[in-house]
């Protein structure tokens, strides 16, 4: 989620002249911290949305109108905070606060970067959806159902003003962008219905009160469709789209701004096409050895990607119903709770509660099939959510069984290891309780994907899936998903690569169900560089495992990376690699 800002505030910025620098690195410190603590509070003033996504609702009645004059206090506010970040030395900060001026300083400048150069609030209709965050007010549970009710009454009370300026920002966009924001406004308008009326209805609101709501909620239904209607009569009818490929230059910047990582997106590249090598030969081994289990008597075919195929095709005939693919889902949460218990992988926190649900209309849409929702560090009590996308009613049989295939038996199990435990879910725990709100607040993506894949891989080396080849190969295979994801990524927006010759490298190198691969392309076409972040972040904190074990030796203890590591907070790799390789003397510092 990239932030927005309200108009500027005279919001006072700590001082930052060098005078005090013979007090050392606590007195500097002590600086930085009363700065990090101002400027995050003048942010959420400026960014109420994102405010609330993390946790923090004090100014959940507010709402941002994307308009011109937004823009410049947008870039008023950015440049003011940039220059205070310059009046602190890096050599002067203790470890962690080294971290968190670089974290800082990214994000400032990304902001820039995405405002004045990408322009994607130009391109991307998708961007402007009201419902999306009056629905997580609206379920939310940090205030009593009045207040959350006022709040949202507030909200939408600008929602004309809102949808008008996002007609008048929309120029040149791509036709996949606006196809997907008619999709999720749809899913948006489902939120000004029903549960909104009745909850409405039940509520102590007066009279009064619920008139001037119902009245809002009826502009704001207006204000949403009238934003569709132009979609479908002045932007898709016209015909005038932009490519979504961003090209090199643009690919190599977003990449560096949004990973973060030791690699420029070339070199991930790279990495990536030597890897996949790497994971086809292991994959030849084992369906090697599975084939005579599985076709006593039968010939194994001689071209590896065909035994490979066989093999895989034969195990994914294990599979959920149609009906039954998001109960399939909660059934496996408590194996993974005892599992990462028993074999103390890492200390886990009960009292966080971890919700399974359908992914909500207004989520939907965008080729993932399954995310986390989960609370800032304000709202650490708050439920995690686990999205499950119900198998779509308009899918076909055939549609179906392919996707169904893809999440079989063996690959639902790694699928929940790399969202929930102790993948996404577990992480995002941990980053609640780091002691810097600057790694939570401003979370790595690349980290954060990146240890989900870790996760899956540590669980079966722990003995998850009894060491089983079965496993081993359908982990492979979902291995080579993140693999292919950085290879697609680039190929895509780089070398434009076609949809067919995708479809063609996911099938026919990555295995995957022909649902599967038609929903990576039209994920690919609605991001950049995203799709790299699991490879990256997974490349980064392996081998960062590897070279603490050769280090340490015997001494080695798994429990204690991967809780250490933890501890930093969603920040990039290389900067945790950093810290965690430090000498115990400056770690102290």
Request: charged residues 25%.
């Amino acid at each position: 989620m990239k932030l927005r800002y309200l108009p500027l505030l005279a919001l006072a910025v700590a001082s930052c002249s060098h005078a005090d620098k013979t007090t050392g690195t606590a007195g500097a410190d002590a600086r930085f911290d009363a700065f990090k603590n101002q400027f995050i509070e003048a942010l959420w003033r400026q960014n109420p949305e994102y405010a609330s996504y993390q946790g923090y609702h004090k100014y959940d009645s507010l709402l941002v109108i994307p308009n011109e004059a937004q823009r410049q206090s947008d870039a008023a506010f950015t440049q003011k905070y940039l220059t205070a970040l310059g009046g602190f030395g890096l050599d002067s900060l203790s470890p962690n606060n080294q971290i968190d001026l670089r974290l800082l300083r990214n994000e400032l400048r990304s902001q820039r970067w995405y405002a004045d150069t990408l322009k994607s609030w130009q391109w991307n209709p998708a961007s402007y959806n009201l419902g999306a965050s009056v629905g997580d007010l609206l379920n939310g549970r940090h205030y009593p159902l009045d207040r959350r009710l006022r709040n949202i009454s507030d909200k939408i009370s600008r929602a004309a003003e809102y949808y008008a300026a996002a007609r008048a920002n929309i120029s040149n966009p791509t036709k996949e962008h606006a196809a997907l924001a008619l999709k999720q406004n749809a899913g948006g308008l489902a939120v000004f219905g029903k549960a909104l009326a009745d909850s409405v209805a039940k509520s102590g609101l007066s009279a009064a009160e619920k008139k001037t709501m119902l009245d809002r909620v009826a502009a704001a239904r207006t204000a949403v469709e009238g934003y569709m209607k132009f979609l479908e009569g002045n932007v898709l009818p016209a015909g005038k789209f932009r490519p979504f490929r961003i090209g090199k230059e643009l690919f190599e910047q977003k990449f560096a701004y949004d990973i973060q990582s030791r690699y420029s997106a070339t070199e991930l590249y790279q990495e990536a096409q030597k890897h996949k090598v790497a994971l086809l030969h292991d994959m030849g081994r084992r369906a090697a050895r599975l084939f005579p289990k599985y076709f006593p008597g039968q010939k194994a075919p001689a071209d590896t990607l065909a035994l490979i195929t066989t093999v895989i095709n034969q195990l994914t005939l294990k599979h959920a119903p149609r009906e039954g693919f998001v109960d399939a889902v909660k059934r496996q949460i408590p194996t993974l709770v005892a599992f990462v218990n028993e074999h103390k992988l890492l200390t886990q926190d009960p009292s966080k509660p971890l919700v399974v649900r359908e992914t909500p209309l207004y989520m939907r849409g965008s080729g993932a099939g399954a995310s986390v929702s989960a609370p800032g560090p304000y709202d650490k009590g708050a439920n995690t959510y686990y999205n499950v996308e119900p198998i779509p009613a308009e899918w076909t049989p055939a549609q179906a069984e392919s996707y169904l295939r893809e999440y079989n038996d063996y690959t639902l199990q790694i699928l929940n290891i790399h969202e929930a435990i102790p993948g996404h879910y577990t992480q995002l725990v941990y980053a609640n309780r780091s002691p810097s709100l600057v790694k939570s607040i401003f979370g790595n993506g690349a980290m954060v994907e990146g240890w989900a894949v870790y996760a899956e891989r540590m669980m079966l080396e722990s003995g998850y899936g009894n060491n089983s080849d079965e496993m081993w190969l359908l982990w492979d295979k979902w291995n080579m998903r993140s693999t292919l994801n950085a290879i697609i990524d680039h190929a895509i927006q780089v070398d434009n690569m076609s949809e067919n010759d995708v479809v063609k490298l996911l099938r026919r190198e990555g295995f995957q169900e022909e649902a599967e691969a038609r929903g990576k392309w039209l994920r690919a076409t609605l991001s950049q560089v995203q799709l790299s972040s699991y490879f990256t972040g997974y490349t980064e904190i392996y081998a960062l495992r590897e070279e603490l074990k050769q280090q340490e030796g015997k001494s080695f203890d798994l429990k204690s990376f991967n809780e250490n590591f933890l501890s930093y907070g969603s920040a990039p790799v290389k900067y945790i690699r950093e810290l965690m390789l430090r000498p115990a003397a400056a770690q102290k510092q």
